[in-house]
Nanobody, 115 residues
């Protein structure tokens, strides 16, 4: 299993970013995919979840209405569209898949929201 995140960067408050996570090594469309984030000095937190077909999504209260998780099963890629970004969204963002009760993680992509 390999997960590779991209799309992070520095953005001003109120701005947008789109994160991507390219997956390989498993049957992508069969698995729930998740985005987590970890800010300095804080525990990793779940941000968004999407079912295998893309029809079921869930969000942390802190990002509801601002972030959208989606997936393209033809490209084995999951996305996180982040709008109306706030300084408190600053974190390293990770995608995750749980396969046979084992958590796989990407290397993470840094998102910094600052003026």
């Amino acid at each position: 299993v390999q997960l590779v995140e991209s799309g992070g960067g520095l953005v001003q408050p109120g701005g947008s970013l789109r994160l991507s996570c390219a997956a390989s090594g498993f049957t992508f469309s069969s698995y729930v995919m998740r985005w987590y984030r970890q800010a300095p000095g804080k525990e990793r937190e779940l941000v968004a979840v999407i079912g295998g077909t893309g029809g079921n999504t869930k969000y942390a209260d802190s990002v509801k209405g601002r972030f959208t998780i989606s997936r393209d099963n033809a490209k084995n890629t999951v996305y996180l569209q982040m709008n109306s970004l706030k300084p408190e969204d600053t974190a390293v963002y990770y995608c995750n898949v749980n396969k046979l009760w084992y958590d796989y993680w990407g290397q993470g992509t840094q998102v910094t929201v600052s003026s």
